[in-house]
């Protein structure tokens, strides 16, 4: 009787220990090892082909080009007739419109172009698209609490992540598929008494210098799941 009784103790305890969630470092490595088996990402040099659809609005066509070991990052956007581009190499910034560099001040401030837009533009593109590998960054505050959520009827683990002030005032939700550990949606809220904020469904995988990229990002802001749009990637 007695044996009986330590061996269900025993088997009580190993089920605990397999129901229990890994710390937030423990399952943002698990996420990495999904996205970015080889270490890929901090010596990434490569191209990304954007479409991104709004509803009632024209298709942004971009072509990006990042590469990190010589601090080079270049966007080509085009819609309807306007065409941008931003190129940042280094400290180095050039902008050009429908294939020109020569613009006066009016022309930029009508288009809003300008080197701050270049440097967010870079910004976007290499979080969104270095995630998760970008949670590695300095000032990036990785909660060591993992939750169990359903979410639009799946069920995930989620990490929650803050930043220092000079980095990102936001709070952000990253929500990791348990069996496998693909980053299926993240979420964030400038102030989340409020809902405010969006939340990012992504879907596919595009397989870019052997790093899994979600090939569907769909926006929707939280308050009330309206669509805003959605980003599609492709490679050349």
Known sequence: MFKHFILFILLVSFSILLGQSPTGKQLLDNAIAYHDPYN????????????????????????IVINLPNEYFYVKAIRDTLITEYIISKDECDIKLNGKSDLSDKI????????????????????????????????????????????????????????????????WYFYFNPE???????????NETENDGEYILLSGDEIINNIKMPKNRAWYYNKNDKLLGTDILRKQ
Request: proline residues 4%.
């Open 108 to 171: 930029k401030n009508t288009h809003k172009l300008s080197c701050e837009s270049a440097n967010m533009y870079k910004n976007y593109y290499t979080y969104l698209y270095g995630l998760p590998m970008k949670l590695k960054d300095p000032g990036t505050h990785v909660h060591d609490e993992v939750v169990h959520k359903n979410f639009h009827g799946k069920d995930y683990l989620v990490l929650k992540v803050t930043y220092d002030e000079a980095v990102g005032g936001d709070t």
């Open 40 to 63: 890929n990402w901090n010596t990434f040099k490569g191209a990304l082909f954007i479409t991104m659809e709004i509803p009632e609005k024209p298709n942004r066509d971009s072509e």
């Open 180 to 190: 496998t550990y693909a980053m299926e949606v993240y979420q964030f809220f400038r």
